[in-house]
């Protein structure tokens, strides 16, 4: 079983920057593939990264290629989504994630955070 705590959303105007963090407790963090979603109004919870549990491997979707970048520490037991060049688009609810084995859809991860809301103003 794996706690996941999501922080670091927050208002920013686009252009802007920001880091989200999400916290894990548990066991072994560090066998655990991570992901990051996003879920805006009205429309479904979309992949955006994923990191592989030695930090070896990672995969983004094409809307945040360029801009995004996950990370992890395992020492912390913490994974990062630094977010630069934010636009309005990216606006929504950012979820943390977690399984053994991960993937670029929602079935892929059994564990998840609360989420972090994340709002680009224009």
């Known amino acids: 079983q794996v706690q996941l705590v999501e922080s670091g959303g927050g208002l920013v105007q686009a252009g802007g920057s920001l880091r989200l963090s999400c916290a894990a407790s548990g066991r072994a963090f560090s066998s655990y593939f991570m992901g990051w979603f996003r879920q805006a109004p009205g429309k479904e919870r979309e992949f955006v990264a994923f990191?592989?549990?030695?930090?070896?491997?990672?995969s983004y979707a094409d809307s945040v290629k360029g801009r995004f970048t996950i990370s992890r520490d395992n020492a912390e037991n913490t994974v990062f989504l630094q977010m630069n060049s934010l636009k309005p688009e990216d606006t929504a609810v950012y979820y943390c994630a977690a399984d053994s084995v991960g993937g670029t859809h929602r079935i892929n991860f059994r564990y998840w955070g609360q989420g972090t809301q994340v709002t680009v103003s224009s």
């Open positions: 990191v592989s549990w030695s930090g070896g491997r990672t």
